[in-house]
Structure formats: structure tokens, C-alpha cells
């Protein structure tokens, strides 16, 4: 009982800081002698993708456009950098434009139009898309009249694209239009 009262908090933090190092210590000897760590070679240091192209590119994640230095190989986007000269970002990303690459790869990304029939998801066409679009459109607003439908912008569009959606609603003949986020 004597030796837990002179047992304090501080005791406490120096013995928790001990064990934590100790075990951290003997978990990074445990995996550093194994083959799962290695030294990069000469070669996967200068160029890990041999041919590929560094493309001036901006983060399309929202409307800032921060640079993106890309690396293409084979016509693949394969690693990227920050642009360091860019004059918004300069040199910065967010954790969003950081992850546009993974993004960009993504096996679930949409990449043309579908439509649902009969319970299963069918590739259309560009033109065939907007054209059921815009008949939709039309229906809704010749049945229920233009405030049936609501026009969203998005942090993604640029000041002159959030004017074309407005002024794209105000053709439609409604002022119902909203920001994603506050949905």
C-alpha cells in the first residue's frame, strides 16, 4: 500500500513513456531484419517509370486549381507531385488534391454514361444521355412547371461554370438552385 501512494501520475508518465519506447524499439528490429525493408536502388531513384512524361496539370477537386505535376506512363497517371511554382497553390496541396491520383484510378469512377433498365446498369452514349436528360427536362417543367426541378452547383465549378448553372436555371424559368454542401 506505501509503495502505491508514492506511485504518482509522474512516476506513471515516465514508466508508460519507458514501455512505449521499449516496444516500439523491439516491434522495428522485429520487421528491419526480415527483407520487409530495403534500400531503393540507384535506378527506382532517379526514375522508377522509364519514359514517362511530367504533364503541368491543376487539382480538379474544387475551385481553387492548385498545380499537380502528374507522371504519366503509358498513358497512365502513375505518381504525382505538387507543382512547386504553381501561383495559387504554391507548392501546397490539401489532403484532397494530395489523393487526386487515387481519385483518378479508381475502379469505381464513373467515366461515361450509364442508365438503369430493368435492374441493370447499360453504357450509353453521350448523346443519347443528353438527350433523355433533356426530355426529362422538358417533361417536368411542361407537367409540373419549372419550380419542380432545382439546379445544384458544387465546390468543384469555377466562378464563370456557377454562372452558367444559374444562368442555365434562370433559362429553365426557376430561381430553385442551392450549393451541394448544404444539402
Known sequence: MEMLKSFGR???????SLATALTA??????????????????EEI????????LIKTICTHCSVGCGVLAEVHNGVWVRQEVAQDHPISHGGHCCKGADMIDKIRATNRLQY??????????????????GKI???????????????VQFIGSAKVSNEQALYIRKFAAMFGTNNIDHQARI
Open 134 to 148: 433533356s426530355s426529362k427536362l422538358n417533361d417536368l417543367r411542361e407537367k409540373f412547371g419549372p419550380d419542380s
Open 46 to 53: 532517379k526514375n522508377p517509370f522509364p519514359g514517362s512524361k
Open 25 to 42: 524499439t523491439s516491434a522495428f528490429a522485429s520487421t528491419s531484419n526480415n527483407g520487409v525493408l530495403r534500400d531503393a536502388k540507384e
Open 113 to 130: 454514361p450509364i442508365e438503369k433498365v430493368a435492374g441493370k446498369w447499360n453504357r450509353v452514349s453521350w448523346d443519347d444521355a443528353m
Open 10 to 16: 509522474r512516476s506513471f508518465v515516465k514508466m508508460a
